[in-house]
């Protein structure tokens, strides 16, 4: 089974403190991503990678940033947190062009920027 | 643009039938997803279909209309556990990697 794990379930913050959220996944997969969900919001995509330190700005990459150094590993990090960056954030993970059917995501993590 | 509408919530009764709708507008139309994420959790792959027609997975079935830019998952035999949200995707042929997503509808099921 592929399995994809981030970092921390829940995470708390302040504002303007540098925050990072890890994500692992173990099947080899070339393509990774970085989602937040919100309340009444589809997955609004924020950065994906298709391979390592490669990286690609998604609908909403305004004060985030990204990190792909190793193929297994896509690091998702806050510069300054801010209070409207409260959200839920879900990692996925896909095979490369061979299967593009399906996106296999993580656990989410919920943070909250006090 | 690129837009998906799915219904907010919907309730259903346990052992019925329920149909959650999904309509899309996209520029180059090049695969539509659904997928179910129960409360707190991840949401995890259920159908994928890129040409016309009926899928049959089980208890569930998702049709596509590409002419209609319409699609719908169907659930039968509805359990307790089935209450969750559906989220629909659509790929875009634009990019190969990047999914739309509508804002899922809950799905509320009742004894």
């Known amino acids: 089974d592929v399995k994809v794990t981030q970092s921390s379930r829940y995470l708390v913050k302040r504002t303007g403190e540098k925050v990072f959220l890890e994500c692992v996944q173990d099947?080899?997969?070339?393509?990774m991503f970085w989602y937040r969900q919100d309340p009444g919001l589809g997955l609004r995509l924020i950065y994906f990678?298709?391979?390592?330190?490669?990286?690609e700005k998604g609908d909403i990459p305004e004060g985030y940033s990204v990190s792909r150094e190793k193929k297994e590993r896509f690091s998702l990090i806050l510069e300054s947190a801010s209070t409207n960056q409260t959200s839920m954030y879900l990692c996925?993970?896909?095979?490369?062009?061979?299967?593009?059917?399906?996106?296999?995501f993580g656990p989410g993590t919920r943070l909250l920027v006090l | 643009g690129q837009n998906i509408d799915q219904p907010t919530e919907m309730t259903a009764t346990e052992g019925a039938i329920v149909q959650i709708n999904c309509t899309y507008q996209?520029?180059?139309?090049?695969?539509l997803f659904w997928y179910q994420q129960h409360a707190g959790e991840a949401p995890t792959f259920l159908s994928y279909?890129?040409l016309d027609g009926l899928e049959e997975k089980g208890r569930f079935s998702s049709f596509l209309s590409r002419s209609k830019g319409y699609s719908y998952l169907l659930l039968k035999e509805l359990q307790m556990k089935d209450s969750a949200s559906y989220l629909c995707?659509?790929?875009?042929?634009?990019?190969?990697?990047?999914?739309?997503w509508g804002a899922g509808t809950k799905l509320i099921i009742k004894p």
């Open positions: 996925a993970s896909s095979p490369g062009t061979s299967d593009l059917k399906t996106q296999y």
């Open positions: 099947m080899d997969h070339e393509n």
């Open positions: 990678s298709y391979d390592v330190k490669m990286k």
């Open positions: 996209t520029s180059g139309f090049n695969g």
């Open positions: 279909n890129v």
């Open positions: 995707a659509v790929r875009d042929r634009g990019s190969n990697y990047q999914l739309i």
